[in-house]
C-alpha cells in the first residue's frame, strides 16, 4: 500500500529491462532440461538427425545431382539449419508464458518480456548448435567454405524473426480458441517440412510450383542463404525483402493482440487451456 516510486530514466529502464529479459532468457533455456549442456545436447542431436536423414534420403533416391555444384552436406546443412531455427522459435514463443499466467503478478514481469525471453533464449541455443556442429565438420571432415559468412547468418536471423512473428501470432490467439490454435500450430510447422523449400532450389522450380511455396518467408530466407553460402548459385525468384516485411507484418498485427489480450486477462482462462 506504502511504496516509494522513484522516476526512472530511459536509460534506466532500458538497463531493467535488459536485465529482466536477460534472467527470463536463462529460465527459458533451462526450462528444457535441469542440465544446459545436455538441453543443448539434444537440440544439436535433433539437427544432426535431421542433417543425416535429409542427406540418405537426397542418397538413396538419387537427387544429389540436382543440387548446388559444391559441398553436398553444407547444401543440407543451409535448409536444415534455417528450418530449426524458424521451428523452434515458432514453438518457443507460441508457448510462451500469457498475460494470465502466474509469472505476469511479479511487478517486473510482462507478456512482452515473456516473448523476447522466449524469442532469444531459441535464437541462443539454435546459434550455439549450428556453430558446434559446423566446428565439429569443419575439424574432422572437410574445411567449410562459406561464401559470404555474414549475409548466411543475416538469413538464419530473418529465419528466426520470421518464427518469433508466427509465434507471436500464435500466441495472442491461443487465450481466445486453445485447442483449434494449438491445431494450426502444429499443422503449420509439419506443414514447413515441404513448404519451407529446404530439399529443392527455386531455381530449378516450374512456375506453377514456385507459386505453391513462395508465399513462405522461409521458403524466401532459405533460398537467399544458399546463395549467401555458395559461389554457384544466385536465386533469382526468392527475396529476402519480402520475408523481412512479412514479418514486421505479423509483429504488428501480433502486438496489436497482445495489447487487446492483456486488458481482457482471466485468471479463470488457464482452466481452458
Known amino acids: 500500500m506504502f511504496q516509494l516510486r522513484t522516476q526512472r530514466s530511459p536509460f534506466s529502464g532500458i538497463i531493467t529491462l535488459g536485465e529482466v529479459v536477460f534472467h527470463c532468457t536463462v529460465r527459458s533455456v533451462r526450462s528444457k532440461h535441469n542440465n544446459a549442456f545436455i538441453a543443448l545436447g539434444l537440440n544439436i542431436l535433433q539437427s544432426v538427425l535431421f542433417v543425416a536423414a535429409f542427406y540418405f534420403m537426397f542418397a538413396i533416391m538419387g537427387l544429389r545431382g540436382s543440387a548446388i555444384r559444391g559441398d553436398f552436406l553444407l547444401y543440407v546443412m543451409s535448409g536444415i539449419f534455417l528450418f530449426m531455427t524458424h521451428a523452434k522459435t515458432v514453438g518457443a514463443v507460441a508457448g510462451a508464458e500469457g498475460p494470465s499466467s502466474p509469472m505476469m503478478q511479479h511487478a517486473p514481469m510482462n507478456t512482452m518480456v515473456a516473448i523476447l525471453s522466449a524469442a532469444i533464449g531459441s535464437l541462443y ?3 550455439l548448435s ?6 565439429v565438420y569443419h575439424v574432422a571432415f572437410t574445411p567449410v567454405h562459406i561464401e ?5 547468418y543475416a538469413m538464419v536471423l530473418i529465419a528466426w524473426f520470421t518464427g518469433a512473428a508466427v509465434g507471436l501470432l500464435f500466441l495472442v490467439l491461443k487465450p481466445w480458441a486453445p485447442s483449434i490454435v494449438g491445431i494450426i500450430s502444429t ?10 523449400g529446404k530439399m529443392f532450389l527455386a531455381n530449378t522450380l516450374p512456375s506453377f510450383m514456385l507459386a505453391m511455396f513462395d508465399w513462405n518467408p522461409l521458403f524466401h530466407s532459405i533460398d537467399q542463404a ?32 497482445d495489447f487487446y489480450t492483456r486488458r481482457r486477462a482471466s485468471i479463470s482462462w488457464n482452466a481452458r487451456r
Open 125 to 127: 541455443v539454435q546459434t
Open 226 to 257: 544458399r546463395g549467401y553460402v555458395f559461389i554457384n548459385y544466385n536465386p533469382h525468384y526468392s527475396s529476402w525483402e519480402y520475408a523481412v516485411w512479412v514479418g514486421v507484418v505479423l509483429v504488428m498485427l501480433g502486438l496489436m493482440g
Open 130 to 135: 549450428l556453430l558446434l556442429i559446423l566446428f
Open 148 to 152: 559470404d559468412p555474414v549475409g548466411a
Open 187 to 196: 499443422i503449420y510447422q509439419r506443414a514447413n517440412m515441404i513448404a519451407s
